[in-house]
C-alpha cells in the first residue's frame, strides 16, 4: 500500500491553529460527510464502491466529500491495487478535541441536576 495524500499528522503535544479547527468544523457540519466519516471511522477502511452502497450517495458525491475530508486531514487515502481505500485519521480528531477544549477554557462542562 502507498499513500495518495499525507494529512497533517498530530501527536500528543502538537496544538491544531485555529484555521485547521474551523476546515474541520465546516467539513463535519455537512450531514452526508458527517455520514461517510462516520462509516469510515467505524470500520478499518472503506473503498469508494463500499461508500457509494450507502443510501442516497453517488460516486460524484463520494468523491467530493471524500476530497474534502482529506483536505480536513480526517482521512488518509491508501491504494491497493486498484482499490482506493479511505481510513480515519485518530490523531487528528484528538488534536481537534484539544483544540476545542482549549477553546472553551478547558473547563469540564457540568451536567446539570
Not at 41 to 51: F, L, P, T, V, Y
Not at 103 to 112: E, H, L, M, Q
Request: charged residues 25%; contains cysteine; positive net charge.
Amino acid at each position: 500500500m502507498w499513500r495518495e495524500g499525507r494529512p497533517v499528522r498530530y501527536t500528543s503535544g502538537r496544538p491544531m491553529d485555529r484555521a485547521h479547527v474551523e476546515k474541520i468544523s465546516k467539513a463535519l457540519a455537512d450531514k452526508t460527510r458527517l455520514r461517510i466519516f462516520e462509516a469510515i471511522s467505524a470500520s478499518k477502511h472503506m473503498n469508494c464502491g463500499e461508500i457509494v452502497s450507502m443510501r442516497g450517495v453517488t460516486p460524484a458525491t463520494v468523491s467530493h466529500h471524500l476530497k474534502i475530508l482529506s483536505e480536513a486531514a480526517l482521512i488518509e487515502c491508501l491504494r491497493e491495487g486498484q482499490f482506493v481505500y479511505s481510513q480515519a485519521v485518530p490523531e487528528t480528531i484528538e488534536a481537534y478535541t484539544r483544540a476545542l477544549t482549549k477553546i472553551a477554557g478547558g473547563k469540564k462542562s457540568a451536567r446539570p441536576r
